[in-house]
């Protein structure tokens, strides 16, 4: 394989500095050097994208993910959580096959990676499926089998949780398994703690749904005697691999014993907000040392995989909840759209730096609302939107430009023709 040196042009947009008229040189799947527009020639560079107007920014790490759910889109709105799940969700899904699995969650992913995500974090079923999809893409993909005991789905088996992730274990440089089990009122502390030896021997990420509804939290109680939080930590998995989802009815013990841990809290503000009516406490998490991501959830309830979306309310939701205007700035949300993504997971991205992987986002900027230019956090935050990704990279290789994706030679339109129209 020929290696191609490709610079990206114009402003860098990253969580510790922004730097205008630079060249982000790329060379196999890092980024080389970070110089001067006007240094690019020093450096031989194959092809050149970008310029005058474009914002490049690291890859958008969408922490929290169920893609093929792009198939639910529009079903059981404006419902609480647990009848959503019960009643929409949970029987539509007994209705999975592979094939269907892989076709949606390819369209998902497809319009993932098309607003500017380099990197998913999965939790769902058929999860092989899902995986050869993404590595069909080419995204990022860190994908888990839900697994689920205290209900009865039979898509959910605990086996096949674990045979998903030693079939998948180092086998791809860009799909990597997790542990996946689904939530801590649907998962028994004995699988639990099965899934926490499992994860120590094979240094395993362990996704799970956390505190997301009033009736998770009372079920806990009632059954074990303690807060979901209290739950993870009695069965051994409330360390740095944990990442947590939602949170939104963590008390203020949970807080402090979850900051104590190391564990990732991914913040799906979207998602709650409709299904819940709140969010998670992110602030207080955050300001005991807790690291947190950011997640789009699925596109049932939230309607898009946008992240730009998603940081826009991350950042307005958080300020109607705690009444305060100087919290969750824009910065501060980007950061958890990319750094704290990135450090969930384990890689060394989020940032454009020498040495750091080329996940790496080219935003269109030549527009009005990204003038006068003056606040480069607050347009990437507050005034774009998927639709100004003109160019997606991810390991060092563009794999969506000017709506094509290279690896599949499809547009988005053209995969929406053959799996809406079949």
């Known amino acids: 394989m020929v290696m191609v040196m490709i610079a990206l042009t114009g402003t860098v947009v990253d969580a510790q500095r922004t730097f205008q008229d630079v060249a982000v040189i790329v060379e196999s799947s890092l980024i080389r050097a970070v110089v ?3 240094k690019l020639r020093e450096y031989g560079v194959d092809e050149v994208y970008g310029g005058k107007g474009y914002l490049i920014l690291p890859g958008l790490v969408n922490a929290h993910t169920h893609v093929a759910m792009a198939r639910f889109r529009g079903l059981g709105e404006d419902i609480p959580i647990e009848k959503w799940l019960s009643d929409v969700i949970w029987p539509a899904e007994l209705e999975w096959t592979p094939r269907e699995i892989h076709r949606w969650s390819l369209l998902g992913m497809a319009e993932a990676l098309a607003n500017g995500s380099t990197t998913i974090n999965e939790h769902y079923f058929f999860a092989g499926e899902i995986a050869k999809a993404a590595r069909e893409l080419g995204i990022r993909a860190f994908v888990g089998q839900t697994v689920m005991d205290e209900v009865d789905f039979p898509l959910a088996k605990p086996e096949e949780g674990f045979r998903f992730f030693k079939r998948w274990d180092r086998k791809d440089d860009l799909v990597k398994p997790t542990l996946a089990p689904h ?3 649907t998962v028994s502390p004995e699988l639990m703690g099965e899934i926490g030896e499992f994860a120590s021997e094979r240094k395993a990420l362990i996704h799970v749904h956390l505190s997301q509804s009033r009736g998770e939290v009372e079920t806990v109680k009632r059954r ?4 979901p939080v209290e739950y993870l930590q009695k069965a051994g998995v409330l360390n740095g691999r944990l990442i947590g989802v939602h949170g939104i009815y963590l008390s203020r013990r949970e807080v402090d014993l979850y900051s104590r841990s190391g564990a990732t809290l991914v913040h799906c503000s979207l998602s709650m907000a409709k299904l819940e009516g709140r969010i998670a406490p992110i602030i207080e998490l955050e300001g005991r040392g807790t690291n947190i991501a950011l997640g789009n959830d699925s596109p049932n309830p939230v309607g898009l995989m946008d992240m730009f979306t998603e940081m826009r309310f991350a950042a307005v939701l958080n300020k109607v909840w705690r009444k305060r205007t100087d919290v969750a700035s824009a910065e501060e949300v980007f950061r958890w759209a990319t ?3 990135a450090r969930a997971l384990g890689l060394k991205a989020g940032l454009i730096k020498p040495g750091y992987l080329a996940d790496l986002v080219l935003l269109n900027a030549r527009k009005p609302q990204f003038l006068p230019g003056e606040n480069p956090y607050s347009h990437v935050v507050y005034s774009a939107r998927g639709s100004d990704v003109e ?6 290789e563009v794999v969506y430009r000017n709506g094509l994706f290279t690896k599949i030679g499809k547009t ?11």
């Open 339 to 341: 750094v704290g993504g």
């Open 224 to 227: 074990y005697g303690v807060t």
């Open 36 to 38: 001067p527009a006007d």
């Open 391 to 396: 160019l997606v990279m991810v390991n060092g």
């Open 183 to 185: 939530a801590t009122n």
């Open 412 to 422: 988005l339109e053209e995969l929406w023709e053959e799996v809406g129209l079949s």
